[in-house]
């Protein structure tokens, strides 16, 4: 069976998108089901390539019992060939992602992550970078709930 490829994008891949790719793949690897499914993320800027996950994002994390492991890229036209789904954080991203030279192509695999959010309140995943520490753990509540939600459809609908 060909795996899964899941791809989530924000702008830094320092805050959103690495925590999001940490809970999904903690999620994955509880079902059993890495066998299945790869997972990845990037940005779409050039800001932080190279770099760990913000401070705040990792020590959120880990009070929530989450490690995360990822240095900063930048989304690539090869990824949009590559991933199956490629779920942006918000609409500046989808935007952003749909610039990229063939994207149009794409766009079937192309979503917004809070699509997948039971509690949705709003298209965006709200960009917790100038905020405090209560905008990141709003970010991993949100991001906690849509990753499930997308392991689940994924469960019903690709296996
Ligand atoms: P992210 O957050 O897109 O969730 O990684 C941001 C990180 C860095 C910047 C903006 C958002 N920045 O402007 O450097």
Redo the contacts with the bound molecule.
Sequence with gaps: MTKVKVLFV????????PLAEALFKHKVESKGLHMHIEADSC?TSD??IGQEP?DRTMINALKNGISISHRGRQLTTHDLEHFDFILA?DRSNYQNILRLPNAARHEHKIALMRMYDPQRTHDDVP???YGGERGFQEVFEILNRSTESLLVHLEKNHF
């Design positions: 924000c702008l830094g891949n320092i805050c959103r998108s940005g800001y932080h913000d954080m960009d917790p970078y």
